[in-house]
Each structure stands twice: as C-alpha cells, then as structure tokens.
C-alpha cells in the first residue's frame, strides 16, 4: 500500500478537497495550535493539516507509512514510534478508513498525546457505498459510523469534547482520477453511488471528534 500512497503524492497535495474545507478548519481550530504546543499530525498525506497548523504557530511533526508523502518520520498509525505523552495534541483527517486496525491506531494516538485527539474521517452510509469505496480504491479498508468512533475513543481512553457531522462535496471525476480508477469500474461506481452525486459533485458525510485524555 505504501508504493501505491507514494505514487499518489501529488494528486493529494493538489487535492482542493484536502486541501481547504470546513473540515480541515474543525480539525486545525480543535488541536488549539499556537507557538508552544506541539503537533502529531498521523497520515500526513498531502501534508495539508501540517501546514495550517504550521502557519497557527505549532510544532509540528509528520507520520505516514507511504515514504513518498515525505513524511518527517515513517510509520503506520498503529504503531506510532513515539514516547507516550510527546505531544499535546495528535491529529488524524480523512485517513482512518484505510488503515488494517483502526481501533489500534486510534489508541496509538491516544497513547501519544498529552491532552487531546482530533479525528476526522468519512462515515459509513450503506454497504453499497462501501462497495464503491473499495471498488474506487483497493486500500481502503472501511468507513465507520459516528457510534463506532465514540466505541473507538472510549477504548482508548479518550472522551469525546466536542463533534461535528457535516458534508464535503468533491468532484465526482477528480475523485476518481485521484485514485486512477480503471474506466471499466467508473460507471460502477457511479450506479452504486447515484444518490450521492448531484451535478457532477459527491456527497461526502464526513464527522470530525476531539477527543481528550479521560481522567
């Protein structure tokens, strides 16, 4: 997976999906950057989180398993080579469905932070929805609903603060130019998708939580 995530470098870092939204605002705003707080930033990707954060004043330091994503350390989110507590706060955005064990991952990320957790990823809508997904891109692995993640943060240790439901939209192609869909799949996805896609524009219900250390 990490050869296929280094070939896609540059599509993710020219993503307008990833790299504006009210999303990325959320997931910035939530990790309360500033000049002395330090950052975990896990499956950087496109390194959009990084930058805002950056440009917020924050300490910042990159994870991602793909070594092409450039990463300031590479490694999978479910095995986090950090001490616990390095950093006050750990974010993760728009990556969680493709990772093997998401449950471990999150409490890697719990682990690792001192105060808080902020989360955001795409939402499970139906089985037919996840079949497109998987269709669209053999990586990923699965959405989740926002009940699942309250069960993820409470298994980790985290309590939820503060969440947020809301839907990106992103061009239908775009969407699947960046993952080089085969043509052949495209009108598939499109069918198991319908509902989701108005004028050449996909719905993408997306939640975004902060959690915190429980006590």
Known sequence: MSDVWSERVQAYRESATHATGDDLDLVVGWCEPGPDVTVLDVATGG????????????QVVTVDAA???????IAPADHLPFADASFDAVACRIAAHHFPDVLAAVREMARVARDRVVICDNTFTSESAEEADRIRDPSHVRNYGVAEWHSFFELAGLEV???????????????????ETPAGDRERV?????????????DLPTVVLKGTKAA
């Open 47 to 58: 390194g959009h989180v990084a930058r805002r954060l950056r440009e917020a004043g924050a």
């Open 161 to 179: 603060a503060a969440e947020a439901s809301m839907l990106r939209d992103t061009d239908f192609e775009a969407w699947l130019d960046r993952t």
């Open 67 to 73: 070594p092409g994503m450039e990463p300031d350390v």
């Open 190 to 202: 499109r069918e198991l998708l319908d509902s989701r896609i108005h004028d050449g524009r996909l």
